[in-house]
């Protein structure tokens, strides 16, 4: 079965770190770029950051770059997301997404496969 | 940074059309896809490449795109397409995805 199962979001204190997995299966995991988006609370889906299949190239929004980084794991078909000097404003629903399309380039970029989603809470 | 605008809330009747527009600056030259996102649920691409349809994807859904605006129609509403819809792109100038705020759709 395609699928996407997401996993290790908890509650952790501002400033904290946390580090998403995403368990991809029933597809080539590495011709694909993969994608983290969130929700938080009543709001809109927020794009997170983005790394292609098999180069790793990588986009962070800016609202997490240099605090988060995303990363990938052919061999175990595993996306990361690790998560450090994490704020209240990063609480939300974290998705991880697949590309529609297999090796295309950014601009092209659509999900056709998205994770059920993990709930990260930043409190004290 | 490029930013996608769309009406917050639209509201039909069952059986009627629906339309959800959304809105950036030459938007026409980029390719915009569609969301469909239930609560408790993981989001739902309902079109991609500004007007094809993901295999199982009702015909009723459809999509176009031309100038600064991009719209989302929804023929012979259900009340299971009631919803939050988001239009997507990818901005160039900023290497960055971009969402919109994301339409309620309510089924009356």
Redesign the interface.
């Known amino acids: 079965e395609v699928q996407l199962l997401e996993s290790g979001g908890g509650l952790v204190q501002p400033g904290g770190s946390l580090r998403l997995s995403c368990a991809a299966s029933g597809f080539t995991f590495s011709s694909y770029a993969m994608?983290w988006?969130r929700q938080a609370p009543g709001k809109?889906?927020?794009?997170v950051a983005?790394i292609s299949g098999s180069y790793y190239g990588t986009?962070y929004?800016?609202s997490v770059k240099g605090r988060f980084t995303i990363s990938r794991d052919n061999s175990k078909n595993t996306l990361y997301l690790q998560m450090n000097s994490l704020r209240a404003e990063d609480t939300a629903v974290y998705?991880c997404?697949k590309d529609?399309f297999p090796n295309v380039a950014?601009?092209?970029?659509?999900?056709?496969l998205?994770?059920?989603?993990t709930m990260v809470t930043v409190s004290s | 940074s490029y930013v996608l605008t769309q009406p917050p809330s639209v509201s039909v009747a069952p059986g009627q059309t629906a339309r959800i527009t959304c809105g950036g600056n030459n938007i026409g030259v980029k390719r915009v896809h569609w969301y469909q996102h239930k609560p408790g649920q993981a989001p739902v691409l309902v079109v991609h490449d500004d007007s094809d349809r993901p295999s199982g994807i009702p015909e009723r859904f459809s999509g176009s795109n031309s100038g600064n605006t991009a719209t989302l129609t929804i023929t012979r509403v259900e009340a299971g397409d009631e919803a939050d819809y988001y239009c997507q792109v990818w901005d160039i100038s900023s290497d960055h995805l971009v969402f919109g705020g994301g339409t309620k759709l309510t089924v009356l």
């Open positions: 994608s988006v809109g889906l927020e794009w983005s986009n929004a800016d998705y997404a529609h950014p601009r092209y970029v659509s999900f056709n998205w994770g059920q989603g």
